[in-house]
C-alpha cells in the first residue's frame, strides 16, 4: 500500500513521539498515493480527506493514552526504551 496502514502508523507515531506537529504529520501522509484494490479495475479507492485516516488515529492514541509515549508504555515498552527511541528521532 505505498507506506500506507501499518507502516504509515508506525512512522506517525515516531514523528509524533519526536514531537512533529500532528498537522504536519497528516499533511505529509496525504501525500502518498491512495491504495488500489486489486481485484477491481479502475481509479484509488478514496478513503476520506487527504490525511483524515491518520489524523484520526493520533487523536485516538492521545486520547485514550495520554500521548504516544504513553501508548508505548502500554505496549509494554520501558523508560529506557521511549526514551532510547526519542534520541534516535531527535536532531
Known amino acids: 500500500h505505498a507506506g500506507r496502514d501499518r ?10 513521539l519526536a514531537g512533529v506537529d500532528h498537522e504536519i504529520i497528516a499533511a505529509d501522509y496525504a501525500l502518498l498515493p ?10 484509488p479507492q478514496q478513503r476520506g480527506p487527504a490525511g483524515e485516516d491518520i ?3 493520533l487523536d485516538h492514541v492521545s486520547a485514550t493514552y495520554g500521548t504516544t509515549a504513553g501508548y508505548l508504555w502500554w505496549l509494554g515498552l520501558d523508560d529506557d526504551a521511549v526514551e532510547a527511541l526519542r534520541r534516535r528521532l531527535g536532531p
Do not use: Y
Open 34 to 43: 491512495e491504495p488500489r484494490d486489486t481485484a477491481a479495475p479502475g481509479p
Open 55 to 57: 489524523r484520526e488515529m
Open 7 to 16: 507502516t504509515g502508523m508506525v512512522v506517525a507515531l515516531l514523528l509524533d
